[in-house]
């Protein structure tokens, strides 16, 4: 079964840190790109970052450079967010999302559940 | 970066055809996509580069381009269609956005 389980999430107080995970299974994860998504508490959709196959290409949203970092461990199947200075804004629902790259042609074709986390004092 | 605009909201009957429009400057030279979320669960795919409808999602779902404006069609609307619709693009840089999301109601 393709998919992927995110975890690391929780409470934090402003100006932590926190580290995400997504292992990913049922697929070829070396072969594909992988994004990370957010969504606050009855918002939309928010892109933050992109990781190429090889680690190679990185690409961040304005909102989070400088403070989160993407990463991935081909061997271990599994993809990261380190989070640094964290704000109240960060309060949100995070997802680890792969990009399809051969079939759907960049699409994000297959997300986790989410791990939730929360900024507070 | 740029924006992507939706409607906040589109309300249709059971069996009628519901059409969420997505409006952005980069829309004319960068594929869309089109994400469903419904309450609690993850957002899944429904239309890639454009128009094309992936695996499993029903016929009745299909996407059109024109200009700045990127279109998703519900035909023949199902109560279980009831969700939150996103659409996506890619800017040059290499960042990605998601539209302000539309609420499509089933009456």
């Known amino acids: 079964e393709v998919q992927l389980v995110e975890s690391g999430g929780g409470l934090v107080q402003p100006g932590g840190s926190l580290r995400l995970s997504c292992a990913a299974s049922?697929?070829?994860?070396?072969?594909?790109?992988m994004n990370w998504v957010r969504q606050a508490p009855g918002k939309g959709l928010e892109w933050l970052s992109y990781i190429s196959s090889s680690s190679t290409i990185i690409y961040y949203a304005d909102s989070v450079k400088g403070r989160f970092t993407i990463s991935r461990d081909n061997a271990q199947n599994s993809l990261y967010l380190q989070m640094n200075s964290l704000r109240a804004e960060d309060t949100a629902l995070y997802y680890c999302?792969?990009?399809?790259?051969?079939?759907?042609?960049?699409?994000?074709?297959?997300w986790g559940q989410g791990t939730m986390v929360t900024v507070s004092s | 970066s740029y924006e992507l605009t939706q409607p906040p909201s589109v309300s249709v009957s059971p069996g009628q055809t519901a059409r969420i429009a997505c409006s952005g400057d980069p829309l004319p030279d960068q594929y869309a996509y089109w994400y469903q979320q419904k309450p609690g669960q993850a957002p899944i795919l429904v239309i890639y580069?454009?128009?094309e409808r992936p695996s499993g999602i029903p016929e009745r779902f299909s996407g059109s381009s024109s200009g700045t404006t990127v279109t998703l069609t519900i035909s023949g609307v199902q109560a279980e269609d009831e969700a939150d619709y996103y659409c996506q693009a890619v800017d040059n840089s290499g960042s990605y956005v998601f539209g302000t999301g539309t609420k499509v109601t089933v009456l």
């Open positions: 049922g697929f070829p994860f070396s072969r594909d790109s």
């Open positions: 999302v792969r990009e399809d790259d051969w079939t759907y042609q960049d699409a994000f074709d297959i």
């Open positions: 580069k454009d128009s």
